[in-house]
C-alpha cells in the first residue's frame, strides 16, 4: 500500500496549504500518523505527530503554532493545515505512518510505510 501525499505547490511567503495523505485502508484508525520534510541539502526532519490510541499531537518548534494536524476518519485521509508559510517551510513533505502507540515521535525509524512527497515551496 502507498501512502500518497499531496497538494504542494509554490506559494509567497505569509500564505497558506492544506497537504492531504490517504491511502485505501490506511491511516488506520489506530495508527501513529506523522508528517516530515525534508529541505534542499538538509536531513528529513519530523515537524507534526499524533498518536492513534490517544490522539495526542507533537508538532516542531519550527512549525508550533502555525502547522496542524487532523485526521478524517470517514475518509481515512490526514491533513497538515499549513499557515503563515516562511521561506524556511520549503520543502518535500512526507506522511507516513507506524505502530500503534501512546504519544508520538519524530524519529523517522518509528514509522513503516511512507508516502511519495509532496513539494512545497514558499517564495519571499
Known amino acids: 500500500v502507498q501512502l500518497q501525499a499531496s497538494g504542494g505547490g509554490l506559494v509567497q511567503a505569509g500564505g497558506s496549504l492544506r497537504l492531504s495523505c490517504a491511502a485505501p485502508?490506511?491511516?488506520?484508525?489506530?495508527?501513529?500518523i506523522g508528517w516530515f520534510r525534508q529541505a534542499p541539502g538538509k536531513e528529513r526532519e519530523g515537524i507534526a505527530c499524533?498518536?492513534?490510541?490517544?490522539?495526542?499531537?507533537s508538532y516542531a518548534d519550527s512549525v508550533k503554532d502555525r502547522f496542524t494536524l487532523t485526521k478524517d476518519n470517514a475518509i481515512n485521509t490526514v491533513f497538515l493545515q499549513m499557515n503563515n508559510l516562511k521561506d524556511d517551510d520549503t520543502a518535500v513533505y512526507y506522511c507516513?505512518?507506524?505502530?500503534?502507540?501512546?504519544?508520538?515521535?519524530?524519529?523517522?525509524?518509528?514509522?513503516?510505510?511512507w508516502g511519495r512527497g509532496t513539494e512545497v515551496t514558499v517564495s519571499s
Open positions: 507516513a505512518t507506524g505502530k500503534t502507540r501512546f504519544g508520538c515521535t519524530f524519529v523517522a525509524g518509528d514509522y513503516d510505510k
Open positions: 485502508g490506511y491511516p488506520s484508525g489506530r495508527d501513529t
Open positions: 499524533m498518536s492513534g490510541i490517544d490522539r495526542r499531537r
